[in-house]
Structure formats: C-alpha cells, structure tokens
C-alpha cells in the first residue's frame, strides 16, 4: 500500500499534465444543418485535415486536438467561408456563428483567436478601401484635368497603408511574444505587397522571432520564422519598388519607424527621424509618473557621457499641462531633445508604439532598427560602449 501511495501523485501528474495539452473546441452554426464543417491545422507548408464533421439538426460541433505548443487552426465550411484560430494547449473555445459568415464567429475562450480575428478584419476593411481608391483613380483623367482629385487619392491611398502598417507596429510592438504577431509579419494588402513593406521593417521580424524563440522554440512556425528572416528580407527589397506603392504611396515619406514630430519647450517642431544620431533614445514620459522622473535622473549621468559620441534622447512627455512639463524640465535640469504630446493619455504616437505604462522607452540605432525595448541603464551603456568606439 505505501508503494502505491508513492506512486499515485506521479500518476496524476502525468495525467493533469496530459490534460494541459488537450484542446477543445465546440459551438453552434445556426441554419448550418447537414453542412460539412472541415477542421484543419495550418502547417508551415500547407493544411493538415483532422476531422470533418457534418452539422447537427441545431448545427452544433465539436473537435478535439493535443499539442504542446500554439498552433493555427482552420475551421472552414467553403474556400470563402471560414475563420482562423490560435489555439493554446489547454484552450477550451465555443464558436458561435451563422452558416453564411463564419468569419464573423463570436470566438469565445481563447483570446489569441480573438486578436487574429481582429487582424483579419482590419485587413479586409483597409484591402476593400483601398480598392474603392484604385477603382476611382483608374477613372480619372490622368492628362491634368482631375490633377486635385488625383493628388487627393493619392495621399488617401498613401495614408490607408500607412494607418494599416503604423497599428501593425504597435501590435507587434505590444505583443512581440505572441504567435498572433506571426500572422501580422505575414499579412499582405495583395498578391505581392506585404502589410510591412519596407526594408526596415525586417527588424519587427528579428524582435518577434527573438522573442517567440525563447517562449516556443519547439514551434515549426517559430522555426521557420527564424530560418526566413534573410529570405524575407530580400524579399522586401523587391517588395518596396512595386508599382503600386510607388505610384499611389509616392506622397507618404519613407522612414524606418514610424516618426513622431512634435513641439519642443520653445514651440518648434522636431521629428524623431530628422536625428542624425548613431544611436537614439526614445522615451515616452509624465510629470505624475514617479518612476518616469527616476529614470530621468539617472539617464543624465548616461547622456552626459555619451552625447558627443552620438548618442542622444527623444523625450516625449504626455503630460496635458505644458507648465507642469516646462517646471519639471527646468527643475531636473533634462539636458536632451524634450516635446510634448498635450492629447496626453490619448497620444496618438504612444498608440503607435503601444506605450501601456510609463516610462516605456526604445534604443534605436542609426539605421533606425529598434535594438531594444526598454532597455536598463545597464544595457544602453553596454551596447553604446560596443557601437560607438
């Protein structure tokens, strides 16, 4: 009897742990009945079927799957109607949804299939609105009558990519160990334009894929994210001079991040890229943020040091109240680049790079890649030591 007893905790572990790796999946497809619902895994080079299952009278399902890492799913009734899961060891989902518009599901119980079908969304709408934009400027008069309502297209269009790349970013910026942030690297606007587009975008590839190595190493598609980052980077290469891009985005200034051009103590307007700087720092900070105020107090010493080798600091305050801001600047005697944003907790920019809580901060470096997201003081000195010799 005491030799079972010892044993029986190994055995529930086991079995607790078996558990963990169970995923279940259930819902409802009104008017659905008799339909073949297909559910299938996405592979790194195609689709695998796990089970096809014909709708009840009341159009209910449910599937089973194991695995021990994330994985991308499909749940698929026709080649146009279907939806897109990331499932978690563990997970238990309910679906529910009409048989004309799967993609429309109400996805409950897993938060990442949530985030994807978001994604998906928001890259259908900006797709269908810039075809709307193509459809319009094909029928203009491109000989100068209509030369307003191009230019007026041409900046829409411009914008349209831009809006859909910059909230990108700040997906992936916000969540840079979530396999969903895979699907944004991947996300195109057409056959031959990717999402993010430019050269320097490949260092969201590099962030991601750093990150996601650490938390799913035995992933395939974290595997193969890392084996086709070189891949994808001459791929953007190509990518950048496609006609489209450089017909109707040829008024969007091209940057490597997304800039940030904002008011200074004095009222100018200085733009993060305009920095000509080795290596640069971008803070995002308040007056009422009592660890924000620390960590401008010891990047000083830091600035101080490392200033005329090239480094420099891009301080962005979201304090609403400009003389509070101007006091604390004075007060601490805060020797580098310092702007407002007044919109405070609403700032469009910090949307951009998902700034959640202050401080929040990002090395980059002289060709504009982020190195690092908040970096210690420690870490700044150490690659500052190495790159500005």
Not at 19 to 26: C, D, L, P, Q
Not at 150 to 168: C, E, H, P, V
Not at 366 to 383: F, R
């Amino acid at each position: 009897m005491k030799k079972l007893f010892l044993f029986t905790p190994i055995i529930l572990l086991f079995l607790i742990s078996c558990n963990n790796n169970k995923i279940e999946i259930k819902g409802t497809i009104v008017n659905g009945e008799g339909k073949d619902l297909s559910f299938k895994e996405l592979l790194v080079d195609g689709t695998l079927d796990i089970e096809r299952v014909k709708l009840s009278k009341n159009g209910s399902f449910k599937f089973k799957a194991e695995s021990e890492v994330p994985r991308f799913y499909y749940l698929i009734l026709s080649p146009n109607n279907f939806i897109t899961l990331l499932l978690n060891p563990g997970d238990k989902v309910e679906i529910k949804a009409d048989v004309s518009d799967l993609k429309n599901a109400q996805i409950t119980g897993s938060k990442e299939s949530q985030q994807i079908q978001f994604l998906n969304k928001r890259l259908e709408k900006t797709k269908k609105e810039l075809d709307s934009l193509s459809k319009q400027y094909a029928g203009l008069d491109k000989s100068g009558a209509d030369e307003q309502n191009l230019t007026a297209i041409n900046q829409q269009y411009s914008k349209l990519i831009g809006d859909l790349r910059d909230s990108s970013i700040a997906f992936i910026l916000g969540n840079l160990d979530n396999m969903a942030s895979i699907m944004v690297l991947y996300q195109k606007i057409d056959e031959e334009n990717f999402v993010l587009y430019k050269n320097r975008d490949l260092q969201y590839i590099k962030l991601v894929s750093e990150a996601l190595v650490k938390k799913y190493p035995e992933s395939p598609h974290v595997k193969a994210l890392m084996a086709d980052k070189d891949n994808l980077l001459k791929r953007y290469d190509q990518l950048v001079t496609q006609k489209k891009i450089e017909e109707l985005a040829k008024t969007k200034k091209v940057s490597g991040i997304p800039d940030i051009t904002l008011p200074d103590t004095k009222g100018d307007s200085i733009s993060l890229n305009s920095l000509t700087a080795r290596y640069k720092l971008l803070c995002f900070w308040a007056t009422w943020s009592q660890e924000s105020i620390q960590q401008n107090i010891q990047l000083i010493d830091l600035y101080q040091k490392y200033h005329s080798k090239g480094f420099e600091v891009y301080m962005v305050s979201l304090d609403t109240k400009q003389d509070a801001w101007k006091e604390s600047i004075q007060f601490d005697q805060l020797p580098w680049i310092n702007v407002i944003d007044i919109n405070g907790r609403t700032s469009y920019v910090a949307k951009i790079y998902n700034v959640r809580t202050l401080p929040t901060s990002y090395l980059i470096n002289g060709d504009d890649d982020i190195v690092s997201v908040n970096p210690t003081n420690q870490e700044i000195i150490n690659t500052l030591e190495y790159a500005l010799k």
